[in-house]
């Protein structure tokens, strides 16, 4: 048997077929170190974030003194809002810096990488 042959069955064995497609996963790569480019800088949203912290802890105040239903319903309603601007913030930052570098670079794992990635996200929403 020839040394490709042999390699082909050791994919095979171990559960890696060669028309499989990579994921996060089978590519090996882990959550905190997905790419080989730098993460962008969030530092952008944290006082944001601090706000939201700071409804929360108004929301917890609220709850705690009894406060009337609506008025706690509509400070979550306004929390939720902020953290959706944050996430929006975030994946544009994610779209223009992480896929885009993968699209310019043509490495089709990545791609193949960050289209799962997104899937999943909107999959979980």
Known sequence: MSAAHDKQKQRVRK??????????????????????HENPDHTV???RLKKIKGQIDGIEKMIHERRYCVDILTQL????????SV???????HLRGCVQDALMLKDQDQIEIKIEEMVNLSVRS
């Open 15 to 36: 559960g890696k077929a060669l028309n499989q497609k990579p994921t996060l996963k089978s590519s090996g790569l882990t959550d905190s170190k997905k790419t080989s």
């Open 45 to 47: 949203v944290l006082s």
């Open 77 to 84: 309603k306004a929390s939720s809002s902020a953290l959706r």
């Open 87 to 93: 996430e929006g913030v975030i994946l544009k930052r």
